[in-house]
């Protein structure tokens, strides 16, 4: 079966320091991977998609930058975070057809100071 | 590009009550629907879906939504709530070619014992 690792779970950094989170997937081939950030009141606001190694897709400009290294690797990254770069951030892949959900990682809090 | 209203933000029931949640979407063609719930402390995992046939749709848990076209609707119903469906609702809309999904402002939901 599919499963999705997303780490860390918390994390607090202060500003200006790099971030990287990262998420692989298990137990599927080429999967549409994604980055969402979830804030209160606000729903999930997707980030960035990638339907294959080395191809991303960013929906929204800002401080941050995602990378497929690998086929079932997406890394999520800044190189100095900001106060506003806080939230929970959500990692997420589906099969690359067009009738199909996604599944969600556990998630990542990350707070800046 | 679509987009998904949520009606309530908030929402406080009674055990045994019954409930209905509104979502209603934007968008010209034809569209994937989902129900997604995030229980305190957990992860967002798929209550249920919707791509094509009966409008109708039965989901995990005793919860069910009906699509309707003409309304661009897919409201998500359980005729008597419990203490342990305490959690946020998001509905969410894909189109079909396109991989990502949009995402409601969510519903929070607390049903009191």
């Known amino acids: 079966s599919q499963t999705i690792h997303q780490w860390p779970a918390t994390l607090v950094q202060p500003v200006g320091s790099p971030l990287s989170l990262e998420c692989t997937v298990e137990g599927t081939s080429n999967p549409n991977l994604y980055w969402y950030r979830q804030a209160a009141g606000r729903g999930l606001q997707l980030l960035f998609y990638?339907?294959?190694?080395?191809?991303i897709s960013s929906e929204v400009p800002q401080n941050l930058s995602a990378s497929r290294p690998q086929d079932r690797q997406f890394i999520l990254s800044s190189k100095k975070l900001l106060l506003s770069d806080s939230g929970f951030y959500l990692c997420?892949?589906?099969?690359?057809?067009?009738?199909?959900?996604?599944?969600f990682g556990q998630g990542t809090r990350l707070t800046v100071v | 590009a679509q987009s998904v209203s949520q009606h309530n933000h908030h929402v406080i029931l009674s055990e045994a009550a019954s409930l209905e949640l509104g979502c209603n979407y934007s968008y010209g063609g034809t569209v994937n629907l989902f129900w997604y719930v995030q229980y305190p402390g957990q992860h967002l995992q798929l209550l249920l879906k919707?791509?094509?046939?009966?409008?109708l749709v039965k989901g995990i848990k005793g919860f069910e939504a009906e699509f309707i076209k003409s309304k661009f609707s897919f409201n998500l119903r359980k005729p008597s709530v419990q203490w342990s469906d305490t959690a946020e609702y998001f509905c969410?809309?894909?189109?079909?070619?396109?991989?990502?999904?949009?995402f409601g402002k969510g519903t929070m939901l607390l049903v009191s014992p």
């Open positions: 919707y791509f094509s046939g009966d409008p």
């Open positions: 990638s339907v294959g190694i080395g191809q």
């Open positions: 997420a892949w589906s099969v690359g057809t067009e009738n199909t959900e996604a599944f």
């Open positions: 969410a809309v894909n189109a079909p070619g396109y991989s990502t999904l949009t």
